[in-house]
């Protein structure tokens, strides 16, 4: 349960723990965001993440709130202060609470940090690792700057729920060529029945995920066949095997999608290996 949440400068108890009716993030989602996993009392590839922030940041020209230093320390008392020691540190920094105008508000206006923890038993993630998940197909319907992680996410909650209405724990964005972009909250990837590694080359069209940089590092490493390439839908229906990555999942392994079984419907050894070796490769950070 989280306890205490960081706003604004204070450490306030999670029922008291509010920002402005006129803040950005609540009216034009005009704020981005990090999820940052927690395994074991450590931050997991704290530095990747603080890139990402710094980057999101300028893409849309929010002033920096402070150093990722401080961002750091933010975290870490949050982490300590909720006694989490594993599960995620979520980070929201909106471009300020100001009059509703569509316009920037002047620079008098500071940017709203957010920073909350909230533990989820590692066991549980595991032992989901082993059943693997079932994914839903949507079209593809976000804005064309999915590169920026930012609290835009309706077009991912609706995705998200059709897909639990169908039984499946993730959509997978799908572009109007049938080629599938990547989850609704995580990056999407295949093994084809050659054993090659395919998931979507960066760009514009997807997040540039954390989990998925890490794990590109664990694959040349091993020295595993990667190709950065966006893939068919169909492709995926008939690859070998499919897993999705992100900060709260590492590698999850997707058995079925759409309702057809993914290879025999069980979570295959690729990405079984690549859970398994993920943590021996990411950055680790005490807490
Ligand atoms: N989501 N793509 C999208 C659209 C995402 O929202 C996420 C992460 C990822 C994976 O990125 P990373 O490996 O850096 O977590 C890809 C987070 C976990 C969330 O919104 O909760």
Redesign the pocket.
């Known amino acids: 349960m989280t306890r205490i949440v960081y706003v604004n400068g204070r450490y306030v108890p999670y029922a008291d723990a509010a920002v402005h009716v006129e803040d950005r993030g609540f009216q034009f989602a005009d704020a981005i ?1 990090e ?1 940052c996993e927690v395994r074991d009392g450590s931050l997991i590839d704290e530095a ?2 603080m890139a ?1 922030l710094e980057r999101s940041l300028a893409e849309l020209q929010i002033r920096r709130p402070m150093t990722a230093a401080a961002l750091g320390h933010v975290m870490r008392q949050v982490i300590r202060r909720n006694r989490v020691r594993d599960g ?1 540190v ?1 980070l929201q920094v909106s471009r300020g609470a100001a009059p509703r105008d569509f316009s920037f508000p002047g620079p008098d206006v500071p940017p709203t940090v957010v920073c909350l923890a909230q533990s989820i038993s590692a066991a549980h993630r595991d032992l989901k690792a082993l059943s693997g998940i079932a994914v839903k197909s949507m079209p593809d319907i976000r804005w064309q700057r ?1 590169d920026i ?1 930012t609290v835009m ?1 309706l077009p ?1 909650c609706l995705a998200k729920e059709a897909a639990r209405k169908d039984g499946a724990r993730e959509a997978w964005f799908v572009d109007a060529e049938g080629f599938v972009t ?6 999407a990837w295949i093994i084809d029945q050659g054993g090659a590694v395919i998931t979507r080359q960066l760009g514009l069209d ?7 940089a890490t794990l590109l590092d664990v694959l040349a490493e091993e020295k595993m066949q990667l190709i950065e390439r966006p893939f068919l839908l169909s492709e995926a229906y008939a690859a070998r095997e499919a897993f999705i ?5 590492t590698v999850m392994p997707v058995v079925r999608i759409d309702g057809r079984p993914v290879g025999d419907g069980r979570p295959g050894p690729v990405a079984a290996k690549l859970r398994q070796k993920f943590h021996h490769f990411a950055a680790i950070s005490s807490a």
Do not use: F
């Open positions: 965001y999820v990747r993440h990402r995620l979520y999915r992680k996410l991912a990547e989850g609704a909250s995580s990056n997807i997040l540039p995920g954390v989990t998925r990555t992100s900060a709260t999942q």
